[in-house]
């Protein structure tokens, strides 16, 4: 069976998280890797107009297998809808060089 754009484009995201990610949502949600990959599965492309900022970035620790980094983000989509958040994200260096996200937690603002 031929693989769909979408479906390929979903394979292409998920290659940028490590198979052991977790994260923590802003309402306490915790998620491990195939419930990143549904998320992604039953929000993709669903959001008209979705727009992320970053601001604010700021390295807390940087070593050889990676780095954690604070971010400040805020989305917006064409309703109108807007979020605002705190974040921090532990970034793994894998032994082929390539970087990937393996936590992140997020807390709204308000």
Known sequence: MAETRDEYELEQLLTRFSQQFSMISPLGRVLDFEALNELFLLAGGQKLGFRIELSELRG???????AVVSYREQQTDATGLHSDRRSSVVFEKQADGKVVWRHLHETFCN
Not at 60 to 66: E, K, R
């Open 60 to 66: 807390i620790a940087l070593y050889d297998g990676g």
